[in-house]
């Protein structure tokens, strides 16, 4: 299938979000393994005087274990559909946690930042220039902040593969299906069969000139599916 990209995914996510955080609390340990790869950024003294990107927020779950993993930070959390914003507001929040409707480089042209830490939760395979959006979130950081990217990457096995085609298949295609959003939920599929293995996200991060890039697995039946990837922003190109 064709996936799903820039306006017409956003408009998909914006239709999917009244039964978003319903269908994600189907997947056991979505939450405990955003905290687990927010806390991976290792940020010092709980973020006290820290500023810090949430790309991708959708509704406020990632933002949810951003500020878990770093409760006295400053947060600004992004994402490109407004339906999936409307439900992280909806939401209670401290005073140093914002929300905004930006795409990142849309938040790079507005001026923001630099940031000392960015977390990007289920973002990169659903964006049509992914080499482009992190050049992007390296110049957004400063220099030597932190990355941490969230993200279902396969390891090109065919048993992890055919574990996720029966996980999409049997659970979460139907389950979207009831909520008039199959379309999404198969892209969803077709977006993980399609993105970079582990190891070849890693190296793009490299590429990008991140440093210290690595792959780091999340524990139960999400191993070898789903990944924690850390790196820190090098010095900018002269």
């Given at each position: 299938m064709t996936l799903l990209r820039d306006h017409d995914l956003a408009r998909a996510f914006d239709h999917a979000s009244r039964t978003y955080d319903r269908l994600t609390g189907l997947n056991p340990g979505y939450r405990a393994d955003l905290l687990r790869s927010a806390r991976r950024l290792k940020l010092p003294g709980d973020g006290a005087g820290l500023h810090l990107l949430d790309l991708g927020c959708g509704t406020g779950a990632s933002t949810r274990?951003?500020?878990?993993?770093?409760?006295?930070?400053?947060?600004?959390?992004?994402?490109?559909?407004?339906?999936?914003?409307?439900?992280?507001?909806?939401?209670?929040?401290?005073?140093g946690v914002r929300f905004l409707h930006l795409s990142a480089e849309e938040l790079h042209a507005a001026g923001e930042g630099p940031f000392d830490a960015v977390f990007a939760a289920y973002l990169f395979r659903n964006v049509s220039d992914p080499d482009g959006v992190l050049g992007t979130v390296r110049g957004l950081l400063r220099p030597g902040g932190r990355l941490a990217v969230h993200e279902y990457s396969l390891t090109g096995s065919p048993a992890h593969r055919a574990l996720w085609t029966a996980v999409c298949q049997g659970v979460i295609i139907p389950a979207g299906t009831l909520t008039g959003d199959r379309v999404l939920y198969r892209h969803l599929w077709h977006s993980v069969l399609d993105f970079d293995t582990a190891a070849a996200f890693t190296g793009r991060l490299t590429r990008a000139g991140f440093t210290g890039a690595r792959a780091l697995p999340l524990a139960g039946w999400q191993t070898g599916i789903t990944y924690t990837f850390v790196a820190a922003a090098g010095k900018a190109d002269r």
């Open positions: 274990a951003l500020l878990r993993a770093a409760p006295r930070a400053r947060i600004t959390a992004v994402d490109a559909s407004a339906g999936m914003l409307r439900r992280a507001l909806a939401k209670p929040w401290p005073d």
